[in-house]
C-alpha cells in the first residue's frame, strides 16, 4: 500500500493501557507510576547519591532514581547542573548521557530519558508542558531500548514515542496505540510507525501508517489494522475508508483454502488467494456467496469485482461459477453450465437471465438450470448443451434426460427448410417445422427416435419428400406409425415401410 498522508495531523491522546520495557510488554493494567527495570546492563554500577538540589517537591526521588542508575558510572554520566523545579509540579536534571524528570502527575517515580533522538521528538510536541491535547505531556515510563532493528521507545502521559535505526521518531497513541498493542507492538506484523497519525477522515476518522500496514479508526469502526499486501492495495484502489467499503470492521484473517485471505469492511469484504488476487465482494451477491460456503464451497474464490449488468442488476464472477441478482433472487450459474452461457453472451445472449441456481444430482451425474428463453443441460458424457424453450416443452414431455431422447448432444440448429430447427439428443431428435399456420404445419416440435429417425435421414431430413414430423410416433413395441407432412413411416413386427402421400 502507498505511503497516504491526508487530512490535517491532530494528536490523539488517551491513558496508556500497557508499557514495553527493554521490548518486554507488562501485563495491561499494570501501573506506569511503578519504576521500570532498566536492561541489566545499565544497573549493574555502584549507586552514587546526586548533588543536593531543591529538596522535597519531589520527595528526593531524582535523587533516588539517579543512585538507582548507577550515578556517575552509570547510563546517565555525570550531572551537567542541580535539580530544578517549577511550580511544584515538576523536576527535572540533566546529565552528560540524558535527564531524569519527576512531575506531580507521576509522582511515584523519576523517570529517565537517555535517547536524543526521541527527547526531541518529545520536545517538538511541547514536552512536558505541551496542552493535553496536542502534546505527549511528561514521561510515564523510562527510555526502553534494545528493540528490534535497534529500536527505542518511551511512554508519556498522553502518548509513546518510538523509533528504530530505519525509522524516525514517531508519536503514537490513543486507539491506534491500542490496537498497535494488541497486535504486537514493534514485533507484530506492523512493525514500527512511520507516519504521524493523520485526522480529518471520514466520519471524524483517524489513521496512522505502519512499516507493515496501517491502523485507521473510526468511532462506528473502531482502530482496525489493514497489513500491506493485495488486500491493502485493492481497499486503497476503492478510495481508502471514502470509498464504498468504508473503514475496516475486523483484522485480516488467514489461513482460508488455498492460503487466502480476507478481511471485513463497513460495506462489504476483500479476499483474495494465490489464484484468484483480491476482490471485493459485498452485497446482494456477498450473502449468497455465504450460503454456499465462502470459497470452501463451489463457487471457489471471487475472480471478479461486483459489476452491473442488464438492468443494473449486479452480477459477480467466481472461480466456479458467478452470481447474478435477479428477478428470481441471487441465483447460481455454476460450472460448464455458466462456461456454456457466457458463450451465449450471458444475459444479453439469447438465453437471458437465469430464473433458477443450477441443480444437479441428475441421471448420469449431470446438471442443468434454467433460464429466460431456455434451458442449459450438461451430463459428462455430453457437455453442456442449450435447449431453447421451443423444444424445452417437447423434450419436458418425454421426460426430460430420464426419458427416452436422455441429453441433448447438439445445439439448436435453424436455417432449415421453411424456417424450421432441430436439436438431437441421446436418443433421438426434436424437430419444429416453423411458425404456427406456415404452410409446413402447425409449428410444434416433435420426436424422431430409432428405427423413424434412421428412415427420415435416408429420405434427406425435412429436405426430401416427406418433410418435417406432424407428430411423434404413435403405437408401441413391433407396430407403430409416425406422421409427416407428405407421408407416414410404419413399423409392423419390426419391419420399417415410407409411404409417400
Not at 514521561?139 to 529500536?151: E, K, N, R, V
Not at 485507521?216 to 482502530?223: L, N, V
Request: charged share 15%.
Amino acid at each position: 500500500m502507498g505511503t497516504r498522508g491526508r487530512g490535517a495531523p491532530r494528536w490523539l491522546h488517551g491513558a496508556v493501557a500497557a508499557v514495553t520495557l527493554a521490548g518486554a510488554l507488562l501485563a495491561p493494567g499494570q501501573a506506569l507510576a511503578e519504576e521500570p527495570a532498566l536492561p541489566a546492563e545499565v544497573t549493574s554500577a555502584p549507586a552514587t547519591t546526586a548533588p543536593a538540589g531543591l529538596p522535597g517537591i519531589d520527595g528526593d526521588r531524582i535523587e533516588a532514581k539517579y543512585a538507582a542508575l548507577g550515578g556517575p558510572a552509570g547510563v546517565l554520566g555525570a550531572p551537567r547542573e542541580t535539580k530544578l523545579c517549577m511550580d511544584d509540579v515538576v523536576c527535572w536534571q540533566h546529565f552528560d548521557h540524558g535527564s531524569l524528570f519527576w512531575s506531580l502527575d507521576r509522582s511515584a517515580a523519576a523517570y529517565a530519558l537517555t535517547d536524543s533522538a526521541l527527547v526531541q521528538a518529545w520536545q517538538r510536541t511541547g514536552g512536558a508542558f505541551s496542552s493535553l491535547v496536542l502534546g505527549v505531556g511528561v514521561p510515564a515510563s523510562d527510555t526502553f531500548c534494545g528493540l528490534p532493528d535497534g529500536g527505542c521507545g518511551q511512554h508519556f502521559a498522553n502518548g509513546s514515542i518510538y523509533r528504530s535505526a530505519r525509522t524516525s521518531p514517531v508519536r503514537i497513541d490513543g486507539p491506534i496505540r491500542d490496537r498497535w498493542a494488541a497486535d504486537g507492538w514493534e514485533r507484530g506484523p506492523l512493525g514500527y510507525p512511520v507516519s504521524a497519525a493523520f485526522c480529518g477522515l471520514r466520519d471524524t476518522g483517524c489513521g496512522q501508517h505502519f512499516q507493515g500496514g496501517s491502523v485507521y479508526w473510526s468511532p462506528a469502526s473502531g482502530a482496525v489494522a489493514v497489513r500491506s499486501g493485495p488486500i491493502a492495495d485493492l481497499w486503497a484502489a476503492q478510495g481508502w475508508e471514502w470509498g464504498r467499503l468504508g473503514y475496516p470492521t475486523g483484522a485480516a484473517f488467514c489461513g482460508l483454502r488455498n492460503g487466502g485471505c480476507g478481511q471485513h469492511f463497513q460495506a462489504g469484504s476483500v479476499y483474495w488467494s494465490p489464484g484468484s488476487g483480491a476482490h471485493v465482494v459485498t452485497a446482494p451477491t456477498g450473502v449468497r456467496w455465504g450460503q454456499f460456503g465462502w470459497e470452501f464451497g463451489p463457487l471457489g474464490y471471487p475472480t471478479s469485482d461486483p459489476f452491473h449488468g442488464v438492468h443494473h442488476r449486479v452480477g459477480q464472477h467466481f472461480q466456479g461459477g458467478s452470481l447474478y441478482d435477479t428477478n428470481w433472487g441471487v441465483l447460481a450459474v455454476l460450472g460448464p453450465i455458466r462456461d456454456r452461457w457466457a458463450a451465449q453472451g450471458w444475459e444479453r445472449g439469447p438465453l437471458g437471465s437465469p430464473t433458477s441456481d443450477t441443480f444437479c444430482g441428475l441421471r448420469g451425474g449431470g446438471c442443468g438450470q434454467h433460464f429466460q428463453n431456455g434451458s442449459v443441460y450438461w451430463s459428462p458424457a455430453t457437455g453442456a448443451r442449450v435447449v431453447d424453450r421451443r423444444f424445452a416443452d417437447r423434450w419436458a414431455r418425454h421426460g426430460w434426460e430420464y426419458g427416452s431422447l436422455g441429453y441433448p448432444t447438439s445445439e439448436m440448429f435453424c436455417g432449415l427448410r421453411g424456417g424450421g430447427c432441430g436439436q438431437h439428443f441421446q436418443g433421438g431428435s426434436l424437430y419444429w417445422n416453423g411458425e404456427t399456420g406456415g404452410w409446413l404445419g402447425t409449428g410444434t416440435a416433435y420426436a424422431v427416435q430409432g428405427p423413424f429417425l434412421a428412415a427420415w435421414a435416408a429420405q434427406g431430413w425435412e429436405n426430401g419428400r416427406l418433410g418435417y414430423p406432424t407428430g411423434d410416433a404413435v403405437g408401441s413395441g413391433w407396430n407403430q406409425g409416425q406422421r409427416f407432412y407428405r407421408g407416414d413411416i410404419t413399423l409392423i413386427n419390426g419391419r420399417v415401410t415410407v409411404r409417400f402421400e
